[in-house]
């Protein structure tokens, strides 16, 4: 399985970005799929994922400014960024579950065995 991220790019706060994350496989559909960010200096965080079944689940930090969907029949899963603020700034990751099962809660980055190279999100002030 390959995941290849695009999108990422130098937007002012208060503005919007679209990530994607176009995945190989051909069951796509029954991944968990989810988005990491990593700013510099700092841990990798859990920002947004999607179960199969189309359930999400969002860090706090981005609640209700973040949107994560997905499209089946193009293999591919997005991260709308609304509300941007420089804290958002980090390089996004997306990251699938192909197991039959989830090894960890969604937010846990072990719960995910395939990883995109990122993407770079920088917001200005």
């Known amino acids: 399985v390959q995941l290849v991220e695009s999108g990422g790019g130098l937007v002012q706060a208060g503005g919007s970005l679209r990530l994607s994350c176009a995945v190989s496989?051909?069951?796509?559909?029954?991944?968990?799929m989810g988005w990491f960010r990593q700013a510099p200096g700092k841990e990798r965080e859990f920002v947004a994922a999607i179960r199969w079944n189309a359930a999400t689940y969002y860090a706090d930090s981005v609640k209700g400014r973040f949107t994560i969907s997905r499209d089946n029949a193009k293999n591919t899963v997005y991260l709308h960024l609304n509300s941007l603020k420089p804290e958002d700034t980090a390089v996004y990751s997306c990251a699938a579950n192909t197991r039959v099962q989830w090894v960890a809660p969604v937010y846990v980055a072990r719960a995910y065995d395939a990883w995109g190279q990122g993407t770079q999100v920088t917001v200005s002030s």
């Open positions: 496989g051909r069951t796509f559909s029954n991944y968990g």
